[in-house]
Structures are given as structure tokens and as C-alpha cells.
């Protein structure tokens, strides 16, 4: 546990001293903030929750921003290492490769659930002293906790990825891939298919599965529907995902999500050729 402890705070240190990750932070404290002023200056004229408006600003930007924030730190983890030649002297220490995935993980996860409660923690400042007075506030902590959650899928995508290729260029692009298709393609190739479909062939509980197996969208699920006012700033006046989406279903998505790569992670790890 110490050494893992070790690694865990050495991973820290070096993820925020990345100057690609700090600008990715700042981006997103910057981009918290403009959301925050420009979405709640014209809610309180249509009766719509300042604080409400700003969530569903701040969850679209999570969905895009974090899982990147999270592949920039975790896709060379390892391959990079192994580039360096650092690896090898990291394995002569009574070290098992479970735990250096392990240390890894949470090192990196800290760092990006410190951004990502500076980011939005900036703008609840922001609303606080700006004398903005809501009901929603638990919708909000679910928010940042589904965030970190989101990023911890990412960084536990990007330390599989890394242990996967022998060159960093080659693992850069396959993370680039990954948030490609999780991020942007699967919902349009959704969006597609329900086109094509023509609400025929998928039912509403077929639709919810598919949201759910996509990380990106059970994140969605988790901070867009949970909340009445939430749901009505992002123009979901009732609750437009049911049956298999509620409850529980979008956190244990997210869950399988850390633990699927991360084993995935440990067993590639564990037979590559140092």
C-alpha cells in the first residue's frame, strides 16, 4: 500500500506539471466561468434556475473536455515510460505491475478531480457571490462527483491504451481514437440509426440500453435527468429517459467502465515485453 501510495503522488506531481494538462485546466476554469455568466444572465427573465441553466452548460462541457483532459495524462503512462527506459528500473523495486496500474490510476484521477473542482467550483463562487439563491445545489455536487467519475473512466481507458503500443505517437493516436468515437461518433451513428429507424424497429428500453453502454451518454443520463429543473433547462419537461435509466443504472455503467480497462490494463501490462 505504500508504494503504491508512492507512485500515486509522484503521478500527481508530474500530471500538474503538464503543461498540455494545465492549459486543458485553465481552459477549463475559463470556459466554467464564461458558461456560468452567460447562462445565468438571461435565465432569471424566462423563470428558468440560474443555477439549473449553468449545469446543463457545465455537464455539455464535461462530456467534451474531461475525457481529453484524462487521455492527455494517461495515454503515455506507461509507453512512455517504457520509451525512456525509466520502466525498467521502476520494476526493480518490489513493485507488482497491478500496482504501478493501480498507483497510476489514482494519482492521475486526484489530479484531474483537482482541475475539475477548481473549474466548477469557480463557478459555484461565482453564482454564490453573485447572490443567486437555488433549491438545486445537490444536483450540482452530483455534477462535479459524476465529473471526476467521467474522468476516472478516461484515465483508466488511457493506461489501458498505453500498455497496449511500444511508441507513444502510436498510442497518442489510438487515444485520440477512442475519444473520437466515445465523444462524438456514437451519438451520431445513434442519432443516425434512429433516423434510418424511423421509430420503428428501436423501443424506447433498446434506446436507454444503447445511451447507457456509451460512458459519454450515461454521464448525460446521470446530470440531465436526475433533477426537475434540470431537466426542464435542458428541455427534457419530463423525464424523456425511463425504464432502464433510471436510478442506479448510469453510476453502475460509469463503474464497469473504471473496472473493465483497468483489469484490461493490468493483464496487457502484465505480458508485455519490457
Do not use: H
Not at 69 to 97: C, F, I, K, Q
Not at 158 to 166: D, T
Request: hydrophobic share 60%; charged share 10%.
Amino acid at each position: 500500500m505504500r508504494e503504491l501510495a508512492i507512485i500515486a503522488i509522484k503521478e500527481f506531481r508530474d500530471g500538474i506539471r503538464n503543461r498540455w494538462f494545465l492549459g486543458a485546466a485553465g481552459a477549463l476554469i475559463l470556459f466554467s466561468l464564461s458558461l456560468t455568466f452567460l447562462g445565468s444572465a438571461p435565465a432569471g427573465t424566462v423563470g428558468v434556475d440560474p443555477l439549473a441553466v449553468t449545469i446543463v452548460s457545465l455537464a455539455s462541457l464535461s462530456v467534451f473536455l474531461l475525457p481529453l483532459m484524462a487521455l492527455l495524462l494517461s495515454y503515455d503512462a506507461l509507453v512512455g515510460e517504457v520509451e525512456r527506459g525509466t520502466m525498467l528500473l521502476l520494476l526493480t523495486y518490489p513493485l507488482s505491475r497491478a500496482d504501478i496500474i493501480l498507483g497510476k490510476f489514482v494519482g492521475q484521477t486526484l489530479g484531474l478531480g483537482l482541475a475539475t473542482v477548481f473549474g466548477f467550483g469557480s463557478a459555484a463562487l461565482v453564482l454564490v457571490f453573485g447572490g443567486v439563491e437555488s433549491d438545486n445545489w445537490m444536483a450540482f455536487v452530483m455534477l462535479v462527483g459524476s465529473s471526476i467519475l467521467l474522468g476516472a473512466v478516461f484515465v483508466a481507458l488511457g493506461l489501458a491504451i498505453s500498455a497496449m503500443p511500444r511508441q507513444r505517437s502510436a498510442a497518442a493516436a489510438l487515444a485520440f481514437g477512442v475519444w473520437l468515437c466515445l465523444v462524438i461518433v456514437y451519438d451520431m451513428a445513434l442519432l443516425g440509426a434512429l433516423v434510418a429507424d424511423g421509430g420503428e424497429g428501436i423501443s424506447t428500453s433498446v434506446f436507454n440500453t444503447l445511451l447507457l453502454v456509451n460512458p459519454a451518454d450515461a454521464f448525460r443520463m446521470i446530470n440531465l435527468s436526475g433533477f426537475e429543473d434540470v431537466r426542464a433547462a435542458a428541455g427534457l419537461v419530463v423525464s424523456d429517459l425511463e425504464g432502464v435509466a433510471d436510478g442506479f443504472a448510469p453510476l453502475v455503467s460509469l463503474g464497469l467502465w473504471v473496472t473493465v480497462p483497468l483489469i484490461f490494463a493490468v493483464m496487457l501490462f502484465r505480458r508485455k515485453q519490457i
